[in-house]
Every structure is written in structure tokens, then in C-alpha cells.
Nanobody
Framework: QVQLVESGGGLAQAGDSLRLSCAAS????????MGWFRQAPGKERERVAV????????YYADSVKGRFTISRDNAKKMVYLQMKSLKPEDTAVYYC???????????????????WGQGTQVTVSS
């Protein structure tokens, strides 16, 4: 497993931008697909965006397409989630996750990633 620490959450107003960061340590970072998930109060954890080991493939939830961008820097062992045009419904705890399985498997995972961070709160006011 890898150890993951998220940062960059906070308070924002509708229309604002935020960038979340996730620092990884432990096993070889480039062997892991990475994902961002979120969970709002009273709701199930939702897959937001996923990126393949090389960064060449990505997945986005329909609710964030065109507004959020996932990226990674394998040399720095970092993954990012750039969030633009934030909406109040984006309010949630955002989690970084890692999984070593092939992209063909990971792309279909809704929540069952191998390693998870502790989460960072994002609150968007109207």
C-alpha cells in the first residue's frame, strides 16, 4: 500500500476555484492508478475522477466533467484535482485513493480502491 495525505481543501464561494493535492509515500507511486472521491453528509462515497498510472487515461463523473481536472506528477509522487466553477453541491469531504490494478479494472471501480487518505473538507457556499 501507499500512504496518502490530502491538502488544499477549504471554504469557497460558488464559481470559485480550488486545487486539491495528494502526496504519496511508500511503494512506487507510478505503479498506482490514482483517484479522487468525495462524500457529502448522508450520501454514499462518489467517484469524482481517476487517472491511470502514466496519466494517459482519465475518468470523470458526469457531475464534474468540464469543471474538474485530475493530473499527476510521478516524479514528485503527487496527484492533483483542479476544481473550477465550484457549486454548492460540490461540498463534501474529498478523498485521494490509490490502486495497483490495471486501468481496465480500476476504471470500473466505484469505490473499492486499495489505499485511502484521510480526506480534506471542501465547502462551497452560494
Amino acid at each position: 500500500q501507499v500512504q496518502l495525505v490530502e491538502s488544499g481543501g477549504g471554504l469557497a464561494q460558488a464559481g470559485d476555484s480550488l486545487r486539491l493535492s495528494c502526496a504519496a509515500s511508500g511503494r512506487t507511486f507510478s505503479n498506482y492508478a490514482m483517484g479522487w472521491f468525495r462524500q457529502a453528509p448522508g450520501k454514499e462515497r462518489e467517484r469524482v475522477a481517476v487517472i491511470s498510472r502514466s496519466g494517459g487515461s482519465t475518468y470523470y463523473a458526469d457531475s464534474v466533467k468540464g469543471r474538474f481536472t485530475i493530473s499527476r506528477d510521478n516524479a514528485k509522487k503527487m496527484v492533483y484535482l483542479q476544481m473550477k466553477s465550484l457549486k454548492p453541491e460540490d461540498t463534501a469531504v474529498y478523498y485521494c485513493a490509490a490502486d495497483p490494478r490495471p486501468w481496465a479494472v480500476v476504471a470500473g471501480l466505484k469505490a473499492d480502491f486499495d489505499s485511502w487518505g484521510q480526506g480534506t473538507q471542501v465547502t462551497v457556499s452560494s
